[in-house]
């Protein structure tokens, strides 16, 4: 297998756009990315399009030539790749694949939806199908409800608190305040976290993530031809993509997700590193409590330590292992296709050394961590300086 | 590269299947693939599912992961692909890229579709997703008038009638009539065909192919390496994926598509044939007039003779080139997601001479040709002994 680079990023601001439709958003992401990696349209060889949900969103399926056109690309296979909110996460995995194999050199990977246009209860129920339809929601679950009953159950089985929930909303609203691409870009007091409205007990709104519009997107190529293209890659040093059980009930264990523990070790080992020599993390805070789970399932701290490791501010900006200084899914929003290539745009940036009010002082080693559903896929990357 | 094999293939009866569900049909092709390659879901290294529109039809995303752990495959990478119509022909280019590659090589691929759980205007208004809804479906475009231009434009162009459509549709019934698999095993006549109700002029109920339920899965792995699980196996000659407009305003020309003659003349080269080698095809008879389309965009015979060429019985069972020997989407039944790998197991069963009924007498050759909306996909694969 050969060495990948990242050789261009590029996103749209998340926010709630009335004006802007799936493809225009999309189409921005790609021409900034193209143009970061000073690439033509002409050049790209394959197209990956990470989205959840356009065809319930905006009655568009068939995203991947519709988009590809729009932004130039054309003759290429252009392949969409669904999967829950991991959608650009595993279409990154798969890019990457072809691109390490040999398939391909000059690949562009997207990630879009277009979420706002739907009313409160529609969007919920869209969202809801990332579930186990028939075994979870038409007995009366939705995404909340679901991650409510995995926190409750951390709560019970390791003394994890509300505080300590809310903790992490309280830093990743903090972190989201200096991000101009972020959607929420306001600071939270623990107060208002733990007396904000209760959505489904414990988790209140702001344990809740965003329902935004918006897209990103990154160009890959073998890191030896990167040099053609950019004076600062980032090397793809380890990325694998996991599947389990869509339903809850199906697991032994739902303080856990063994696809996000899968994936990071299959990562940590093809990147010859360990979880203690990671710098800073984005992880899938589609939840506070599923922050709190992916840090331990990372093995960044052990079983049931997260809610304390979270709380006495080691993953703050200027902690020991920052994580979400981008604002997270919390803050920075969740336009659920474009989650996985957004997260690689804030790692890259970090590695760069680019991420402006949000630069952290170590930087040299990151990972993004994307969950689809409530654990049935995990996709894990660690970048790193090339 | 390496050579890859099919090693197994299972599908389920195409039909209108009341008390089935999607998860259901796709396991059922999974398991019976599993059995024909003798393999153990564990040991399965990756899974890849074409599937079109799950969440609009049945409420399921997330499909993937659902499917695969459905039928005991767990852990690996679990990816859904949508393409359209092209969607698990799609899939299949991607999962024998990555065994080609190397990166795996034990690889399910299988794609599926429930769509009769929805009434017809609801059925229109999902497959019309594969257009480009803002550009031809909001105007009024639905996919049999966006074909029906197609047809117009190619009647005016090259005087081809409606009695060669006709011929089509009465070839494809007739074959699809002995095949046990088939979803609408009637025979028809000319004149019925021809005084069948108007659909969207010209192209009447018998030029439009069926809405189906089913599912249909492959398995591959390494030429290398298929004698450890079968006897018979066919490799994979050339395979090719390509990508074009969504809109039909956009190309120049609607009586041909570009992603199709390219994706023919790169599974050519990758095979080291020519058209005129291509012993039998399965090709995309979404509509009869896209039957006519694709021998000629594949080389079978020069650009607007193939009217005049399928009304000829070049293209029958006993003809020279027979296409469609199964039923093709005509008589088979298109379940969208389910009808790319659909074609490639029944060129395989072909290539093993276990078509039964349908045998051809020269099937050492096939090729399989899968579309994504008016041309936005193409997917062109070719098989033979191994």
């Not at 992880?283 to 079983?303: Q, R, S, Y």
């Not at 049931?304 to 709380?311: F, I, K, L, Q, R």
Request: overall charge negative; charged content about 20%.
């Amino acid at each position: 297998m050969r060495a990948v680079a990242v050789i261009g990023i590029g996103k749209t601001r998340f926010g709630a756009f009335a004006g802007r439709g799936l493809r225009s958003l999309a189409v921005e992401a790609v021409d900034k990315s193209l143009q970061d990696a000073h690439l033509k349209p002409e050049q790209v060889e394959a197209f990956y399009l990470g989205n959840f949900a356009g065809p319930s969103f905006v009655g568009q399926n068939h995203l991947a030539p519709y988009i590809a056109t729009g932004a130039g690309i054309r003759g290429v296979p252009a392949t969409r790749i669904e999967a829950a909110c991991a959608s650009s996460g595993a279409a990154f995995f798969h890019a990457w694949s072809a691109v390490a194999a040999g398939i391909y050199d000059l690949v562009v990977v997207a990630g879009v939806e277009k979420m706002t246009s739907q009313t409160t209860p529609k969007v919920t129920e869209i969202l809801a199908g990332a579930g186990d339809v028939e075994a979870e929601i038409r007995v009366g679950s939705t995404f909340p409800s679901l991650f409510a009953m995995i926190a409750n159950r951390h709560m019970y089985q390791y003394g994890t608190t509300r505080e300590q929930l809310a903790a992490v909303a309280v830093k990743n609203h903090a972190n989201g305040a200096l991000n101009p691409y972020a959607h929420m870009r306001k600071v939270i007091s623990i107060e208002q976290a733990l007396h904000s409205k209760m959505v489904a007990e414990p988790l209140t709104l702001y344990d809740c993530s965003l329902v935004s519009d918006g897209a990103a997107a990154v160009v890959i190529c073998p890191l030896e031809r990167a040099g053609e293209f950019t004076s600062k890659p980032v090397r793809v040093l380890g990325v694998a993509q996991t599947s389990d059980w869509v339903a809850l009930d199906e697991k032994p264990d739902i303080t856990t997700f063994d696809a996000v523990r899968k994936a990071g070790e299959q990562a940590y080992r093809m990147a010859g590193v360990t979880a203690a020599d990671i710098e800073f993390a984005e992880v899938h805070d589609c939840f506070t409590i599923a922050e709190i789970i992916a840090v331990e399932d990372l093995g960044f701290v052990a079983k049931g330590e997260g809610g304390p490791w979270e709380a006495s501010g080691a993953a703050d900006r200027t902690g020991a292992k920052p994580v979400n200084a981008s604002g997270g899914l919390k803050s920075k929003g969740h336009p659920v296709g474009a989650t996985g290539t957004g997260q690689i745009c804030e790692v890259v940036l970090q590695v760069r050394g680019e991420a402006g009010a949000n630069q952290l002082e170590r930087h040299s080693l990151g990972l993004a961590q994307n969950l689809g559903g409530s654990g049935a896929t995990s996709v894990v990357t660690i970048l790193g300086a090339a």
